[in-house]
């Protein structure tokens, strides 16, 4: 009911993309988690293939995030909001259709390029909606985002006895329905002309020095959060022997973010002091590996759990309601752009090292993780008194 109360005091542009959120995430894992078995198991493809299609993906998302918010900047985020959902569309209508490489190539960089569009500019379109509530509207849409994320792997488990192609066009009606729903609903902000070229632009940002400090000491944030698909589940699987202590553990995740995120917002902001609120966060995720590593058993892994996703939520809401503030307003999207794509490359390599670690003890994962949880605390609290004000004019100078 708070939710829902706190959803309704919104705008409805705002609304509509938490909302849109939801079915973002839904679409999403409904289908991305069984792409590989698809892959291999029904059409028989090498792994070497499977690797190359997942990369494709991946890697078109993950380095083009600044396309997408440099996109949203120069030709208003609506727009660019509006085609990632419908590239989505296609490319998970070109997985369900197709079964040669070329083709699954071909919807695996629609797929990853529509990530790249619409996630910076749906980012700095409910930033510059939400106005002085920006923490807030952030904590909502962290709480539709791993909403629709469990929603999509159940809904995908039923789908998939039918079949994967009927899994894989559910999927893309999904998108189709949310780019018609922001065709017709969000209103279009009027978009200045560009006194540089994209290139200044990205100059500008990159070259922002306390931007990208506070980008570089986040890198923690996500790594660990990516975590929640790598490290902990197999960890479930080793303690219990069961293949379902998987998605309790989702199911765990999802719970607490739907009883605490708006709770854990609202106290916070009423203190100020962002810097040190997300340095909080950063240190409960990094305590949060240790019971693992301490003592035996399936309960301090879903302590780990617990312990990850309220350090996520005491940090991220307050991370997304700065980043605008350390730019210009016409530069927002640019701004999330680079940040997740930073972010993108730190959970990459992030779990190639944990992964990596895993191989060599059982120890080893855990400690590291700690120690990147720790690590990354200790920078944001260093430079917690240089942070912007999250309240003043959107893109202020700071």
């Known amino acids: 009911m708070r939710t829902l109360r706190a959803l309704r005091s919104f705008p409805l542009p705002v609304r509509l993309l938490l909302v849109n959120q939801l079915g973002v995430n839904t679409g999403f894992y409904l289908l991305i988690p069984y792409l590989a078995t698809h892959l291999g198991g029904d059409l028989g493809m090498s792994a070497v293939a499977v690797g190359v299609v997942l990369g494709v993906r991946n890697l078109s998302q993950q380095g083009l995030f600044i396309l997408g918010g ?4 120069r030709l208003g985020a609506r727009g660019v909001i509006i085609a990632g959902c419908g590239l989505r569309t296609l490319g998970f209508g070109l997985f369900a259709l197709g079964d040669g490489l070329p083709v699954l190539l071909a919807a695996s960089l629609l797929s990853g390029l529509a990530g790249a569009l619409f996630n ?3 980012r700095a379109y409910l930033a510059q909606e939400s106005g002085e509530r920006r923490a807030e509207a952030f904590a909502l ?19 998939l006895l039918v079949d994967f192609r009927v899994a894989a066009l559910t999927a893309a009606g999904i998108f189709a329905l949310l780019t018609v729903a922001q065709a017709l ?9 560009a006194g540089t070229r994209v290139l200044g632009d990205w100059r500008e940002v990159l070259t922002d020095r306390p931007f990208l400090a506070f980008s570089l000491a986040l890198v923690g944030l996500y790594a660990l959060e990516s975590q929640l698909y790598l490290l902990l589940p197999q960890a479930a699987r080793e303690t219990t022997g069961w293949e379902g202590a998987v998605g309790l553990l989702f199911l765990v995740s999802t719970v607490v973010n739907l009883a605490l995120q708006l709770r854990i917002t609202a106290r916070l902001q009423q203190f100020g002091g962002r810097g040190r609120w997300i340095a ?15 003592l035996p058993g ?17 940090s ?20 999330y752009g680079v940040f997740y794509l930073v972010s993108g490359l730190a959970a990459a390599l992030g779990n190639a090292a944990v992964g990596w670690a895993m191989d060599t003890s059982h120890w080893a994962p855990w400690l590291l993780c700690g120690a990147l949880g720790l690590a990354c605390a200790a ?20």
Do not use: K, W
């Open 70 to 73: 440099s996109a949203a900047d």
């Open 120 to 122: 910076p500019a749906v």
């Open 141 to 159: 849409f962290s709480v539709f985002a791993n909403t629709g994320a469990l929603l999509g792997p159940v809904l995908g488990t039923v789908l």
């Open 185 to 193: 609903v969000l209103p279009a902000h009027t978009v200045e002309p």
């Open 280 to 294: 909080c966060g950063m240190l409960v995720a990094g305590l949060g590996f240790l019971p693992p590593l301490l």
């Open 298 to 314: 399936p309960v301090p892994v879903l302590l780990a759990v617990v312990l990850l996703r309220i350090g996520v939520m005491i």
């Open 316 to 335: 991220q809401p307050f991370v997304l309601e700065l980043i605008p503030a350390f730019g210009r307003e016409r530069l927002t999207g640019t701004y």
């Open 379 to 398: 920078a944001v609290a260093r430079r917690r008194d240089s942070l912007p004000e999250p309240n003043s004019p959107l893109g202020a100078p700071t």
